[in-house]
């Protein structure tokens, strides 16, 4: 390979990971600021487990991602993320169950039986305008390092802790340039 094709290459890797990291910096944000767009704009979506109902699949503290469904290909066995007031507190909750079966209601409602990993689900039947989407994949104990980002406490530690790198590099700075400046006078 000559060395233009190279800097061709580093050129096209360098401004595709901008890309990729200028994505993930967007995903990220409208997860903590407009969560149910989302979905609609990257196809993706995620949550964290909070409860064990089904385990093994999915345990507490895993960071969840779903994907955008179409209710009409649901098939029985299926993983289906909704949301629903688990704690009957009138706040809802995202959760994830086992399609159970579908029957259609109208041309664009299903009436959706769900069923979790060896326990009774409260609410059984949810209608398809429930869903926010499908079960893609699960990240392990992810869930748990972003909730500790987002309380007070984390954020302190991850401020304190850039104080104290930025304190550190301008100490060291401090002392390359008193270093530089000894050199430069011993040589006059």
């Not at 993983?79 to 909750?93: C, K, R």
């Not at 259609?104 to 009436?111: A, P």
């Amino acid at each position: 390979m000559n060395h233009k094709t190279k800097s061709v290459i580093k050129d096209v890797a360098f401004w595709s990971m901008f890309v990729l990291l200028g994505l993930l910096v967007l995903f990220i944000l409208m997860e903590a600021f407009i969560p149910k767009q989302t979905i609609n704009i990257f196809q993706v979506r995620t949550y964290i487990a909070k409860y064990d109902t089904m385990e093994p699949s999915i345990k507490p503290n895993d960071l969840v991602f779903i994907n955008k469904v179409n209710a009409s290909q649901l098939e029985e066995g299926d993983l289906i993320t909704f949301e629903a007031d688990i704690n009957y507190d009138g706040d809802t909750e995202m959760v994830t169950y086992y399609v159970d079966s579908i029957t259609e209601v109208d041309t664009d409602t299903y009436r959706i039986s769900v069923i979790a990993e060896g326990a009774t689900v409260p609410f059984g039947v949810i209608l398809s305008d429930r869903i926010v989407g499908g079960y893609a994949f699960r990240i392990p104990v992810l869930g748990s390092i972003i909730e500790f980002i987002k309380s007070p406490f984390g954020i302190g530690v991850i401020v304190i802790n850039g104080l104290i790198i930025t304190g550190i590099v301008i100490i060291v700075k401090h002392g390359q340039k008193v270093e530089d400046k000894k050199e430069v006078s011993d040589e006059d």
